[in-house]
């Protein structure tokens, strides 16, 4: 017995919904929940391979900024150069 639910008990339920819903149906209902279920974890393990991912990436660039000359600070500050026409013309 499951909480107080005998076998028979749930095999009449289980023939009512058969026979309302129909074996098709009730295959295309459960195809459905599976590919669902196996969306998710797929999205899951992707989500975990992202994250790691980036956190190899976001290494690389890190020790691509890294450089030998240690207390050293450089100030700058870029500017776009604006091209004159040419007046040769």
Do not use: C
Not at 39 to 58: H, L, P, R, S, T
């Amino acid at each position: 017995m499951l909480g107080g639910i005998s076998i028979w008990q749930l095999l009449i339920v289980l023939g009512i919904i058969i026979l309302v819903f129909g074996t098709k149906k009730l295959r295309n209902v459960g195809g459905d929940l599976g590919g669902a279920v196996k969306g998710f974890k797929k999205a899951m393990n992707d989500g975990e391979k992202g994250e790691d991912e980036k956190k190899e990436q976001d290494d690389a660039a890190q020790q691509r900024v890294a450089h030998d000359e240690t207390g050293k600070t450089y100030d700058v500050e870029a500017e776009t150069k604006v091209q004159e026409p040419d007046e040769r013309k």
